[in-house]
T-cell receptor, first 114, second 117 residues
Framework: EPEVTQTPSHQVTQMGQEVILRCVPISNHLYFYWYRQILGQKVEFLVSFYNNEISEKSEIFDDQFSVERPDGSNFTLKIRSTKLEDSAMYFC????????????FGQGTRLTVV | AQTVTQSQPEMSVQEAETVTLSCTYDTSESDYYLFWYKQPPSRQMILVIRQEAYKQQNATENRFSVNFQKAAKSFSLKISDSQLGDAAMYFCAYVENYGGSQGNLIFGKGTKLSVKP
């Protein structure tokens, strides 16, 4: 069964460093998303990506963040100059259509900023 | 702005019994979708059930069913014949359905379900 895969599963980084979280969406999907879940809190939308550009982003997704689809399979989230409060679980998701279609989630990357 | 509220941080159920998880939401839209996602300890979010707002009939998926009350903006999940494998965090989520919607989900805070043998 097709699935969304994320690497790494856990990343520890020093405050101020840059990290890149990687995702391989399901191959025939067209919409890609990043969500964040701070420990003990709800899952929050960060950004959606369609047709090789950002389609929507939340207030959380400021200039510190960027997304890229460098090739036909990967979808990355870059966080520049990480802060302690960036520590969270980051989920990638993809769907074949937008709107109310099912989004398939990856297993997440736990980012710890120390 | 749309919001999703899950008022039960934790719930517990005996194996083989039935449990209902609550969810309310706030929106001014009439066309949207509602979801319940399950997040087991493995962390991956798995879709449990999906409801289209324009459908009056409550969605069912095997042991999982919803009670969708559109006027009350309520969307509860009923799990029948609970199994040990049902133990997980359950998230209620909302997404608008309009031509420009990218499918960005709005989640509640989640309900942690424990299943006792």
């Amino acid at each position: 069964e097709p699935e969304v895969t994320q690497t790494p599963s856990h990343q520890v980084t020093q405050m101020g460093q840059e990290v890149i979280l990687r995702c391989v969406p399901i191959s025939n999907h067209l919409y890609f998303y990043w969500y964040r879940q701070i420990l003990g809190q709800k899952v929050e939308f960060l950004v959606s990506f369609y047709n090789n550009e950002i389609s929507e982003k939340s207030e959380i997704f400021d200039d510190q963040f960027s997304v890229e689809r460098p090739d036909g399979s990967n979808f990355t989230l870059k966080i520049r100059s990480t802060k302690l409060e960036d520590s969270a679980m980051y989920f990638c998701a993809s769907s074949d259509l937008g709107g109310g279609t099912e989004a398939f989630f990856g297993q997440g990357t736990r980012l710890t900023v120390v | 702005a749309q919001t999703v509220t899950q008022s039960q941080p934790e719930m517990s159920v005996q194996e083989a019994e039935t449990v209902t998880l609550s969810c309310t939401y706030d929106t001014s839209e009439s066309d949207y979708y509602l979801f319940w996602y399950k997040q087991p300890p493995s962390r991956q979010m798995i879709l449990v059930i999906r409801q289209e707002a324009y459908k009056q009939q409550n969605a069912t998926e095997n042991r999982f069913s919803v009670n969708f009350q559109k006027a009350a903006k309520s969307f509860s999940l009923k799990i029948s014949d609970s199994q040990l494998g049902d133990a997980a965090m359950y998230f209620c989520a909302y997404v608008e359905n309009y031509g420009g919607s990218q499918g960005n989900l709005i989640f509640g805070k989640g309900t942690k379900l424990s299943v006792k043998p």
